[in-house]
């Protein structure tokens, strides 16, 4: 226990250290360094190891039942008997005794031999400890997914900053143009009035995609464990997709054999498994051995030297039906987690697919929503031209307009259900940094 305390202070100065350097400085990150930073000082990833220490300490406890118990006692004192209440009585035999000074000063040595039971505690402490550890890097990956969405997220709203800006720069000079083409005579003041309105709203719509920039970026660095005056800058690009084959098979087999929360069920089942064989063996005998030695006399100056040595034999007879009912609540608990084993392959085998259909949607609709972006930027620079020439109002340029931010807001969501995709499958194999492969 007091080296995990030890562990514990030593991370918890280690942290505040960064957390400290960190404070209102600029830090760049690509998406592999957020991960990264995030297995190192992420509050949810340390809780869940620390907790793995702490089964570790559990199994130290039962270890020590199996090693030999040294210790030291040391007596002395001053004692008077009365015969009389012990029911000793004989004429002319005194009524009591001493006072008789006692001294004694000796090591105790005690030793298990031989104790099934405990041996297969140690086994099923060991294993609990195995799953604490799995069970942590189940948490450390979910948080790993969190921060990608955050990461993509954070992205994605760049994305529609940069198309907003661009909207914003052409509405504002098409505004412009409605100036001089009202003053020319050619363009009615309700024209100008639409294309006023026309840059209103896309300044309003980049105000708040910067907004949740900013709150994605500190949501994100809230969760990596940096301090809220530090400015994230992220560095990664937001690529389009890149279709590629992939094997449904081959992917369950490959999450069944490393997903934490597999590892950590098998885990469990042998530490279950390990808890019955206990119980089983709580019907055989415990033998073991006892010795001290040292000095027994009146006073510290007038003692000899003594021991003893003595073996021992525990064989249980009548214990109440203790063991039954042990074995039977482990056979429950075994079956129970047969149940949760299965329970999680079929969890696992839906993960895979349920993120390989959102991938090849992802996939499919990005080309056509690109497509679509693509058209109407070009709707937006005919309905200008016919505006211009004096073949149309500016209603039609409004309406493209409106149509190209909502074609942009798709081919950005296409790309960012993609990359989501790609994260939850790489998650549901069982680590997260498979999509950098």
Same mark, same amino acid.
């Given at each position: 226990m007091a080296?995990?305390?030890?562990?514990?202070?030593?991370?918890?100065l280690a942290l505040a250290a960064v957390s400290q350097a960190q404070n209102g400085e600029r830090m760049r990150l690509s998406l592999r360094q957020a991960i990264d930073l995030a297995v190192r000082q992420s509050a949810p990833v340390q809780i869940a190891r620390l907790g793995a220490l702490q089964a570790e300490s559990t199994v130290k406890s039962v270890r020590s039942g199996l090693l030999p118990q040294l210790g030291i006692a040391a007596t002395a004192g001053s004692e008077d008997l009365n015969l009389k209440a012990l029911g000793i009585t004989a004429p002319g035999l005194p009524t009591s005794t001493g006072p008789l000074q006692q001294f004694d000063l000796r090591p105790t040595l005690t030793e298990t031999i031989y104790d099934p039971g405990l041996r297969k505690a140690l086994l099923a402490s060991r294993e609990r400890v195995q799953e604490s550890r799995w069970d942590a890097v189940s948490v450390q990956e979910s948080t790993l997914l969190a921060v990608t969405g955050l990461y993509l997220e954070a992205l994605a709203h760049g994305a529609r900053i940069d198309a907003g800006a661009a909207?914003?720069? /052409?509405?504002?000079?098409?505004?412009? +143009?409605?100036?001089?083409?009202?003053?020319?005579?050619? *363009?009615?003041?309700?024209?100008?009035?639409? /294309?006023?309105?026309?840059?209103?709203?896309?300044?309003?719509?980049?105000?708040?995609?910067?907004?949740? $920039? *900013?709150?994605?970026?500190?949501?994100?660095?809230?969760?990596?464990?940096?301090?809220?005056?530090?400015?994230?800058?992220?560095?990664?690009?937001? *690529? #389009? #997709? &890149? #279709?590629?084959?992939?094997?449904?098979?081959? =992917?369950?087999?490959? =999450? $069944?054999?490393?997903? #934490?929360?597999?590892?950590? /069920?098998? =885990?469990?089942?042998? *530490? =279950?498994?390990?808890? +019955?064989? +206990? /119980?089983?063996?709580?019907?055989?005998?415990?033998?073991?051995v006892a010795t001290d030695f040292g000095r027994m006399g009146n006073s510290p100056w007038n003692n000899m030297f003594t021991y003893t040595v003595r073996g021992t034999l525990q064989f249980p007879i009548l214990q109440g039906g203790r063991v039954e009912a042990e074995v039977s609540s482990a056979d429950a608990v075994i079956r129970r987690t047969c149940e949760e084993i299965r329970s999680v392959r079929l969890q696992i085998e839906m993960d895979i697919h349920t993120a390989a259909i959102e991938l090849s949607a992802a996939e499919e609709v990005y080309e056509s929503a690109a497509d679509a972006a693509t058209l109407a930027q070009k709707s937006v620079e005919l309905a200008t031209d016919r505006f211009e020439n004096g073949l149309s109002t500016n209603i039609e340029v409004v309406n493209a307009q409106e149509a190209l931010a909502s074609a942009q807001s798709s081919a950005i969501q296409c790309v960012l259900d993609y990359h989501l995709a790609r994260a939850r499958l790489a998650k549901a194999q069982?680590?997260? &940094?498979?999509m950098f492969n």
């Open positions: 080296s995990v305390n030890r562990k514990f202070v030593c991370l918890v909207r914003l720069g /052409a509405a504002t000079a098409r505004l412009e +143009k409605v100036y001089k083409l009202v003053d020319a005579g050619s *363009a009615s003041r309700l024209d100008q009035v639409r /294309a006023r309105i026309e840059v209103d709203n896309e300044s309003r719509a980049l105000v708040g995609f910067r907004s949740s $920039l *900013a709150i994605k970026k500190l949501q994100l660095g809230n969760l990596l464990g940096v301090s809220a005056d530090t400015e994230l800058e992220l560095t990664e690009s937001f *690529a #389009p #997709p &890149r #279709p590629g084959a992939m094997s449904l098979s081959a =992917a369950v087999s490959k =999450a $069944l054999e490393e997903r #934490p929360e597999m590892k950590a /069920a098998q =885990a469990r089942l042998r *530490a =279950a498994i390990a808890d +019955k064989q +206990k /119980a089983q063996y709580g019907r055989y005998p415990i033998v073991g069982g680590s997260i &940094r498979d």
